[in-house]
């Protein structure tokens, strides 16, 4: 048994600290472990105390179970508390529970961003919302053939956030707009591509994690001052091989068509229309190539007819029906383009998705990962503070909620019925703090760099 000291927290997160690593467990798996209050009061509590404890060395943040790391927060909590404050059965102990989650979870991912420690997360299974939150805090982020990896919040009104104006800017505007705006999906390899992780390992290879843990050499790690040698020891003992690169991500296939269509300077709506162009275009080119072959097979059939003639009266007819052939490859256009085909296909079903989110959200969700471009951390959370305290009651997250999580009908009824209707005044508006003319919650010193 792996020696483990320190083995305390809620039945909801459990911490452990095995050979100078605090690990932590997201303790939910029957909600995907996704996190409630108080595992972020927790959570925050107890890593405060590792930074100090010059017997932890470095962090590493897990899921309990196989299929997720962490689904995101505790939505349907966030929607009781904003109903029941509505309806004036809050409670009389300060702010609501949906403002005081969002305050302290941010708290916690920007303390996890600039702890003095190396953080490793294990990206293994879904790995959403709040979960992201976490994991892209890290210094190691490993991804596992098993993640689904996402920033679904534009489907039940929101945007994305926990930092996400900070980490999609990592990316290039059109993957991060790609990302943030439709909230696809992705798997490991399109996770390295897109710079959401830094490795991949089988799953199995963390099966027995506390045996992993207990059995590193510490020596020459001598704390502080060796952060880079202490993750550097962790990778070499957590990814014994990587089974999986950003070579093999399937996006590559149709990244061509993607950085054209999700311009920096292309509304959602705009970027609707394009999709349904490359749906066209590609039936265009079937057209036409169709119409190229047929031409070309009955030219062939006449061409074949004159070389036999040819042929009985001259030599070098095998010369001639080189050439000619060479020719007809000409007029066919050699290939029959099938990335095109495959363009079509993702453009369909990325038109399908886009459709599917709140088209007020999508725009406010667009104009929140350009302006995250130019802003620090801090600043990016105090940002989708603002964002997000709007969304309650500006925007389309209660209806999201009611539609897929509480009501489960599926038919949400946003605020603005298409994305060519989404007025920028509206979507400006979002960005104007609710705490004017008073301290916002994220001012320094509680965020500070």
């Not at 962490?70 to 403002?99: T, V």
């Not at 091989?241 to 999700?262: I, W, Y």
């Not at 079509?344 to 886009?354: D, I, S, V």
């Not at 802003?375 to 209806?399: K, P, Q, S, Y």
Request: charge should be negative; charged fraction near 30%; hydrophobic fraction near 45%.
């Amino acid at each position: 048994m792996p020696h483990a000291v320190d083995a305390k927290g809620t039945d909801e997160v459990r911490f452990d600290v095995i050979n100078r690593v605090g690990l932590v467990t997201l303790n939910r798996p029957r909600q995907l472990n996704a996190l409630s209050y108080p595992m972020i009061l927790a959570l925050r509590e107890r890593l405060r105390q590792w930074a100090s404890r010059d017997d932890v060395v470095a962090v590493v943040l897990r899921g309990a179970g196989d299929k997720a790391f962490c689904a995101g927060g505790d939505i349907r909590a966030l929607y009781d508390s904003y109903r029941d404050d509505m309806a004036g059965r809050g409670g009389n102990d300060g702010e609501p529970l949906y403002r005081r989650f969002f305050v302290d979870e941010y708290q916690l991912d920007f303390e996890l961003h600039r702890y003095p420690k190396p953080v490793v997360a294990l990206m293994d299974g879904i790995v959403m919302g709040g979960g992201m939150g976490l994991a892209q805090a890290a210094r190691l982020r490993i991804v596992t053939e098993r993640a689904r990896v996402a920033m679904p919040e534009t489907g039940i009104g929101l945007v994305p956030d926990v930092g996400a104006s900070h980490f999609l800017s990592r990316m290039t505007p059109e993957l991060a707009l790609y990302v943030g705006l439709t909230g696809v999906t992705l798997g490991a390899a399109d996770t390295l591509l897109c710079g959401l992780a830094d490795v991949a390992v089988d799953s199995a290879a963390l099966a027995d994690l506390e045996a992993t843990l207990a059995s590193i050499d510490w020596s020459g790690c001598a704390w502080p001052g060796n952060g880079d040698t202490v993750l550097a020891t962790l990778r070499r003992a957590l990814v014994p091989a990587s089974p999986v690169t950003a070579a093999d991500a399937p996006l590559l296939k149709v990244l061509p068509a993607l950085l054209r269509h999700f311009r920096a300077d292309a509304t959602p709506a705009a970027i609707l229309q394009g999709l349904a162009g490359e749906q066209d275009a590609c039936c265009t080119d079937r057209a036409e190539r169709a119409d190229r072959a047929d031409r070309a097979d009955r030219a062939d059939q006449a061409d074949r007819a004159d070389r036999a003639d040819r042929a009985n009266r001259a030599d070098g007819a095998d010369r001639a029906d080189g050439a000619d052939r060479a020719d007809d490859a000409d007029r066919t256009g050699g290939s029959d383009g099938p990335e095109r085909a495959e363009w079509a296909e993702w453009a369909a079903k990325t038109a399908m998705l886009l459709r599917g989110r709140s088209p007020l959200m999508t725009a406010v969700t667009r104009e929140l990962l350009l302006r995250g471009r130019r802003l620090d951390l801090a600043d990016c959370f105090r940002m989708e503070l603002d964002v997000v305290c709007h969304a309650f009651t500006d925007g389309d997250f209660i209806e999201g909620v009611r539609a897929l999580i509480v009501d489960k009908d599926q038919t949400p009824h946003w605020r603005v019925g298409s994305h060519d209707e989404v007025d920028p005044d509206a979507v400006r508006r979002f960005f104007v703090s609710p705490w004017q003319g008073e301290r916002h919650p994220l001012a320094s010193p509680a965020l500070t760099c």
